[in-house]
């Protein structure tokens, strides 16, 4: 088929312009060919007789259609001219739903984030960052960053390391991802524990079973012994539901079993700077820096959006973390990283974690007494640090009441299902990051009492 | 053995603090006892006499000797007292070497980076965004930064992408990662082509094999047919090293074979912005979005420091792609991709290409004539888009004098080995981004000559 000079104008939008007359041409024939105006095999007027028809030069014509032919919409057969090569195509169906954002009773205020005191450190950051840091970034992190974080993780959580030893990451969940590329498959996590931490692990290909937890944490007796295991992820200062400490006990004896076991302990520090009634318990990684991996973020200090945080691996596992690393993403961005050293070392970053941990305290202070109020035969746990109280031993029926309700009033909570777990089953995580007055911690106790029946 | 307070006093580390002493006495004990001056198995003094010797209530060494029972370096023993528990261990030998940086004859001048615009974009961002928006991001990437790349993309590569369709990623590097995570293992890169990506995908536990590279681009007539592949890889705007445009029924021909062979195309449009002589030829992806995966950055245009990109990803493949992302970071940092959504619907993105490509061009055309000049008789390709010429055929020990020359002048540049390959091999990729003026051409294209003795 052939079409003619005449009918294909029809098909090019609007007047000819002024100027970007080749762009304009190309544009439409596009169009016309992607949406079926133009069907494959259909033979294009001369060039001669388009640019007449359309009042431009024929240049701009051979110019605009030569452009098509070389990203293969149209084909020029010698001879017989210029014919339409594209193949039309049905979409396919619809994508499948994409994953929901992840619920976080850990998700801290947006609103006390330091926005302005973040730019500054931006602009500081730009204003003086040498062109070269602005390349492909070193894919363990930024030096100044580095030492930065060695130095506030030595002094705030007692941890053994040196600059060399941290790796930085985008937050702990990339931890994971890194120690699965490493090579580390056979992990243990903590039950009741994150119910995102297993499921990342198992979509990695890692083989995950579940460790039990009492109240004085993980229980590694209960592990198999005999090498079967490469790592044990444990929430050590604050244990995420149910908030309790890992018993000094017990922490001697994770170590004693990783050391001869052969396994890592992957010790998730995900709140342990918000602790609320005495100074946090310093991290098992001081112990046993040759077995344990400690991972941290400012997830919970300034907010998850930043994707940012770090790890301090042994020596025998930091060049194929480094490798793993740089194979995921080569690195990460280096201004939010040369943002938060400055925060660090200028004393900033501690400053804050004061100013959030006492508008936290204040929330968990609130949420306490209303639940003591509305809700008395409740136990609550974990209350000494983080963003998180947990419920133990509601029942499931209404667990699932309370997290429907808790979820009407935007407040973030996750069912913990029961099971042969050492504490009582089906419980609630509710977070108290959003309840900015009594009002609200009010309405959430409410809820809760409401939902128990 | 049992350690008396005087003994242990001798340990603490200066004076005894007028306040902060519980933090004071818990560090010195600590580091005590990791520095192995009070080894496992010694007892400590009681807390009447330490106190009494020290000059502190006794409550406080009560506490601090409690924390460090808590942390597992002491262990309270009933009536015999307090002993130290951590076991001091030798540490295992050091790591290995990391990574080194990338080496990248593409990477952009870092001096052209818009530094007060990027920090004047975060500071609006962080005045205007939502606390919720400070939370987890969304795994496939944030809406306002989809929405404005499925328009650049529209108008500026002629792509066929709705909002819907894009994924944002921290570069083209992750867009390999994200697709072998989603289940793509047999990948065919172009030869030559990017030593990165081909060792990347190994890494990344892939099947690599190489298609040859002629001076119309991949062949993907020499691959293998009945369904070997998962992914072929191409750098269609500006073949990677050789700078060559694949060529129209090339096009056709890969998009047939995909079709066909139920493989994807992953068109690496690394540097197509950066075209200097005439219109960038429209993207692969347009012609057959059901088989092409698009992936693009802004580390040419901006930094490769944001680590900021994007995929555009058949539908098919979508679900999985976001899935992986989501697993292997939670998603890239908002702020970041807030401002780059307004530096692309302000039309400030646009300004900005506009001007470091007549910066770039001026020093091309300062490299050209200098290379024409020193060294009349290599042939030069590849010079009318991107970061990079490409010198062909110097033969290997002239390209490896050349690029050991240039790394002394502080110009990037790439050996390209040479082998059973359509093009002249032993060719020397030369990075013209850092050359800021003609003397600096100069003396890149007299090393060349040099070379070549």
């Known amino acids: 088929m052939r079409i003619d000079a005449e009918a294909l104008a029809v098909h090019l939008a609007g007047p000819v312009p002024p100027s970007g007359r080749t762009a304009w041409l190309?544009?439409?024939?596009?169009?016309?060919?992607?949406?079926?105006?133009?069907?494959?095999?259909?033979?294009?007027?001369?060039?001669?007789?388009?640019?007449?028809?359309?009042?431009?030069?024929?240049?701009?014509?051979?110019e605009a259609v030569q452009q098509l032919v070389d990203e293969g919409y149209l084909t020029a057969r010698p001879r017989s001219g210029v014919v339409v090569s594209w193949q039309p195509l049905a979409r396919g169906p619809a994508p499948a739903a994409p994953v929901p954002r992840v619920p976080s009773p850990g998700q801290p205020d947006g609103a006390l984030y330091p926005r302005a005191a973040w730019a500054r450190l931006v602009r500081g950051v730009l204003a003086r960052v040498p062109g070269d840091d602005l390349g492909y970034p070193p894919p363990a992190g930024h030096p100044e960053l580095r030492a930065a974080l060695a130095d506030h993780l030595r002094r705030?959580?007692?941890?053994?390391?040196?600059?060399?030893?941290?790796?930085?990451?985008?937050?702990?969940?990339?931890?994971?991802?890194?120690?699965?590329?490493?090579?580390?498959?056979?992990?243990?996590?903590?039950?009741?524990?994150?119910?995102?931490?297993?499921?990342?692990?198992?979509?990695?290909?890692?083989?995950?079973?579940?460790?039990?937890?009492?109240?004085?944490?993980?229980v590694a007796a209960a592990l198999d012994d005999g090498g079967a295991l490469d790592a044990v992820v444990?929430?050590?200062?604050?244990?995420?539901?149910?908030?309790?400490?890992?018993?000094?006990?017990?922490?001697?004896?994770?170590?004693?079993?990783?050391?001869a076991g052969g396994f890592v302990v992957v010790e998730d520090d995900y709140d342990a700077e918000l602790r609320y009634d005495r100074d946090p318990v310093g991290v098992v990684q001081a112990l046993a820096p040759d077995v344990v991996v400690l991972a941290g973020s400012v997830s919970k200090t300034l907010a998850p959006a930043l994707r940012l945080g770090w790890m301090v691996a042994p020596p025998r596992l930091r060049a194929a973390v480094v490798a793993a690393k740089h194979t995921a993403d080569l690195g990460s961005p280096v201004v939010d990283q040369l943002a938060l050293a400055g925060m660090l070392t200028s004393g900033a970053y501690l400053r804050h974690v004061r100013r959030v941990r006492s508008a936290y305290r204040a929330r968990r202070d609130a949420l306490l007494e209303a639940l003591a109020r509305r809700a008395p035969g409740v136990t609550v746990?974990?209350?000494?640090?983080?963003?998180?109280?947990?419920?133990?031993?509601?029942?499931?029926?209404?667990?699932?009441?309370?997290?429907?309700?808790?979820?009407?009033?935007?407040?973030?909570?996750?069912?913990?299902?029961?099971?042969?777990?050492?504490?009582?089953?089906?419980?609630?995580?509710?977070?108290?990051?959003?309840?900015?007055?009594?009002?609200?911690?009010?309405?959430?106790?409410?809820?809760?009492?409401?939902a128990l029946g």
């Open 26 to 62: 190309r544009a439409g024939l596009r169009r016309a060919v992607v949406d079926g105006a133009l069907p494959p095999g259909t033979t294009l007027p001369g060039a001669r007789a388009l640019a007449a028809r359309l009042g431009v030069a024929r240049g701009t014509v051979v």
């Open 156 to 218: 705030t959580r007692g941890a053994d390391v040196d600059p060399d030893d941290v790796v930085v990451v985008a937050g702990v969940a990339q931890v994971g991802a890194l120690l699965v590329a490493a090579g580390l498959r056979r992990w243990a996590v903590e039950r009741p524990g994150s119910p995102g931490q297993g499921a990342q692990l198992r979509r990695l290909g890692a083989h995950v079973v579940e460790a039990p937890v009492d109240d004085r944490g993980l």
């Open 381 to 450: 746990t974990g209350v000494s640090a983080g963003l998180h109280v947990y419920l133990a031993g509601l029942g499931a029926p209404a667990a699932r009441r309370a997290h429907a309700a808790l979820e009407r009033l935007g407040v973030a909570a996750q069912v913990v299902p029961g099971g042969p777990v050492h504490l009582p089953g089906d419980g609630l995580v509710l977070g108290f990051a959003s309840l900015r007055d009594a009002a609200a911690a009010d309405a959430a106790a409410r809820a809760v009492a409401d």
């Open 234 to 259: 444990v929430t050590a200062a604050h244990q995420y539901p149910t908030g309790c400490v890992l018993a000094p006990e017990r922490r001697q004896d994770l170590v004693r079993r990783a050391r």
